[in-house]
């Protein structure tokens, strides 16, 4: 067996927004915004997914939208790409959700929570390792919920999950693992297939189930992917050059002004630092009384 990559928009909307995902995405909501409890028994799949293909390929999108049995609604979004502002976009697109219940005239007290489930494929917290994240508003004292958490955010970040196979234990883990796994599966793992949803989630994911043409157009979004990557890369890298050519200009000015002329062959030796060398340098500097000290820091440094 082959299995699609449920990270692109074309394959998550397959997998998770069709009339026939119903189970799965209740499973999978289940798993990932309450733990594994079955607080969800029943959903509807706003503008589900068809066989209709689009002719604009974009790298920003609102993947699947459902309304819960109490009357949530639930945006999920899979981010591949790491573009500007994309955290900021995933408030704007949670606001906007819950702002545009109602119409006009009705009572804002018929306004339902809303919960914003967002996959990525890069790391957005540093400041933690967890993979899982949920935030709500909260009082910055007493750290009581506002409101009974109308909104919340639900995050989970794909690079941050290492458990392997044999060391799965809950369902929100499983999930997670067919999210980032999936098509490195050669055939439904047992581990994978005591939750019914995720085999029939890797059912529908099976490339043997999926047409000729649903196979082309997965391929031209995987293309286009990965091509947008390496133009973030090579923005990237583009940036990160000309940041240490500014940096390496400034410390070469400021080690004139503190030690005099430098040497041609040691402004040669700084021209070759890497930008964390030059952050070094520029902390090193400040203890440095002539060029020799420098001469011996680049030595030891390079």
């Given at each position: 067996m082959r299995f699609i990559s449920p990270k692109t928009d074309f394959a998550f909307k397959k997998i998770f927004g069709s009339s026939e995902s119903k189970e799965v995405l209740i499973s999978f909501l289940n798993a990932l915004i309450y733990q594994g409890e079955s607080r969800i028994n029943n959903l509807d799949i706003i503008d589900p997914y068809n066989a209709g293909y689009t002719t604009e390929l974009k790298d920003t999108y609102l993947d699947v939208k459902a309304i819960l049995n109490d009357g949530s609604t639930v945006i999920i979004e899979m981010q591949v790409l790491n573009v500007p502002v994309f955290d900021e976009r995933v408030i704007y697109n949670l606001a906007k959700t819950y702002g545009n219940q109602l119409k006009s005239g009705e009572r804002s007290s018929k306004r339902k929570p809303v919960i914003a489930l967002t996959i990525t494929d890069f790391t957005m917290f540093e400041e933690t390792d967890r993979y899982l994240t949920r935030f709500v508003f909260k009082e910055e004292q007493k750290n009581f919920i506002y409101r009974n958490e109308h909104l919340t955010m639900v995050f989970v970040e794909l690079p941050k999950f290492s458990r392997s196979l044999e060391h799965l234990e809950t369902a929100s883990e499983k999930w997670i693992y067919f999210m980032k796994e999936?098509?490195?599966?050669?055939?439904?793992?047992?581990?994978?297939?005591?939750?019914?949803?995720?085999?029939?989630?890797?059912?529908?994911?099976?490339?043997?189930?999926?047409?000729?043409?649903?196979?082309?157009?997965?391929h031209k979004r995987e293309v286009f992917m990965e091509d947008r990557k390496g133009e973030i890369r090579q923005a990237l890298e583009q940036g990160r050059e000309e940041g240490r050519l500014l940096m390496q200009g400034l410390i070469s000015r400021q080690l004139e002004g503190k030690l005099g002329a430098i040497p041609s062959e040691i402004l040669e030796g700084i021209q070759q630092l890497s930008l964390e060398q030059l952050e070094g340098l520029g902390v090193a500097m400040a203890d440095f009384t002539s060029s020799v000290d420098l001469s011996n820091w680049l030595r030891n440094n390079q």
């Open positions: 999936a098509p490195n599966l050669e055939a439904i793992p047992d581990t994978l297939s005591e939750i019914p949803e995720i085999a029939q989630a890797l059912t529908i994911a099976n490339q043997a189930n999926m047409s000729r043409k649903d196979l082309e157009e997965l």
